[in-house]
């Protein structure tokens, strides 16, 4: 079965820095989609970007980019120029084909002003 | 366009109890997905509903059952409650001829056992 394992429980970061929330995972599939969801105190889950496994090149969305390290089945999460608003948990996930979403337990990011 | 919505916010109720909860997928959606979310913890997959048919199944008892209709829309029952079904309980809808792979959640329901 697929597990995926973020090993940070919490990290914290000052307002207008740089974060990096890691994750990895174990599959033996190649193809594949792997996520970062936000979950603020509001509880919604937010998708924050996503990654194809078949592209080499990793995702960026604005101020959210990834670093996608396919043999080493890693994905993390760079957060530039970070804002108070980006404090929320950060769940890392992967899919496959039809089979459901697999979430890691989460990372707690704080952003201290 | 609305998004995932999902009803009631919040519910409590006492052991042995039954409760019904209630999404409505992302319009243009046809598939929805339950997922529980225990405290603290990632959320977990309970199953998923697809032309009115659970498709797939997670590891949970016979107790968690659901429903689709013709709308798409779906319930998730919990009979029996225990202490343990306390949760939040995450509703999520995708399409199915994109694959699936995006899925958007709805706001949740929290889930008190008393």
């Known amino acids: 079965a697929q597990t995926v394992t973020q090993s940070q429980p919490e990290m914290s970061v000052q307002e207008a820095e740089t974060v990096t929330l890691s994750c990895t995972y174990d599959?033996?599939?190649?193809?594949?989609?792997l996520f970062w969801y936000k979950q603020p105190p509001s509880r919604q889950m937010i998708l924050v970007i996503r990654?194809?496994?078949?592209?080499?090149q990793n995702a960026t969305e604005n101020r959210f980019s990834v670093n996608f390290q396919k043999a080493a089945k890693s994905f993390s999460l760079k957060i530039s120029d970070s804002q108070l608003g980006d404090a929320a948990m950060y769940f890392c996930?992967?899919?496959?084909?039809?089979?459901?979403?697999?979430f890691g337990k989460g990372t707690r990011l704080s952003v201290i002003a | 366009d609305a998004g995932v919505t999902q009803s009631p916010t919040h519910l409590i109720k006492t052991r042995g109890q039954q409760v019904t909860l209630r999404c409505s997928p992302k319009?243009?959606?046809?598939?929805v997905s339950w997922y529980q979310q225990a405290l603290g913890q990632g959320p977990q997959f309970i199953f998923q509903?697809?032309?009115?048919?659970?498709?797939q199944r997670g590891n949970f008892p016979d107790r968690f059952s659901g429903h689709q209709f013709p709308n798409y829309s779906s319930e998730l029952n919990v009979n029996a409650l225990l202490l343990g079904d306390s949760a939040l309980y995450l509703c999520?809808?995708?399409?199915?001829?994109?694959?699936?792979?995006?899925?958007?959640f709805g706001p949740g329901t929290r889930l008190t056992v008393l």
């Open positions: 990654q194809e496994a078949y592209k080499q």
């Open positions: 999520a809808s995708s399409y199915s001829l994109a694959g699936r792979y995006e899925q958007f």
């Open positions: 319009s243009g959606h046809d598939t």
């Open positions: 996930a992967y899919i496959r084909g039809n089979t459901p979403l697999v």
């Open positions: 599959t033996s599939e190649s193809d594949y989609y």
């Open positions: 509903y697809y032309e009115e048919e659970e498709r």
